[in-house]
Nanobody, 120 residues
Framework: QGQLDESGGGLVQAGGSLRLSCAASGRNISDYNMAWYRQVPGKEREIVASISWSGANINYATYSVKHRFTIIRDNDKNTLYLQMNSLEPEDTTMYYC????????????WGPGTQVTVSS
């Protein structure tokens, strides 16, 4: 299994921006479709956005996320990013990255995640 380390979260006011990073080790993300997930306490982890191994195919979970977030991959740096703009209080939760579960098993161990908190 590969390892993941998410970073970039923090406290931001509504309307602000954050850029999350997910550094991978032990496996190359270039071999996998990847995704960002978020998990509200007491609920299942849900996909926020996914990107194919080449970057050619990108999907977002909701209309709102599609028009505010951008998933980016840099295979050379073995890093996945999530640019989050126009943040809303409803975006507050923990964010994680991993391989896209719609394309097979998780190929990486879950990282610690990064907390995003948006104040109104």
């Amino acid at each position: 299994q590969g390892q993941l380390d998410e970073s970039g979260g923090g406290l931001v006011q509504a309307g602000g921006s954050l850029r999350l990073s997910c550094a991978a080790s032990g496996r190359n993300i270039s071999d996998y479709n990847m995704a960002w997930y978020r998990q509200v306490p007491g609920k299942e982890r849900e996909i926020v956005a996914s990107i194919s191994w080449s970057g050619a195919n990108i999907n977002y979970a909701t209309y709102s996320v599609k028009h505010r977030f951008t998933i980016i991959r840099d295979n050379d740096k073995n890093t996945l990013y999530l640019q989050m703009n126009s943040l809303e209080p409803e975006d507050t939760t923990m964010y994680y990255c991993n391989s896209d579960r719609h394309c097979g098993p998780y190929y990486f161990d879950w990282g610690p995640g990064t907390q995003v908190t948006v104040s109104s």
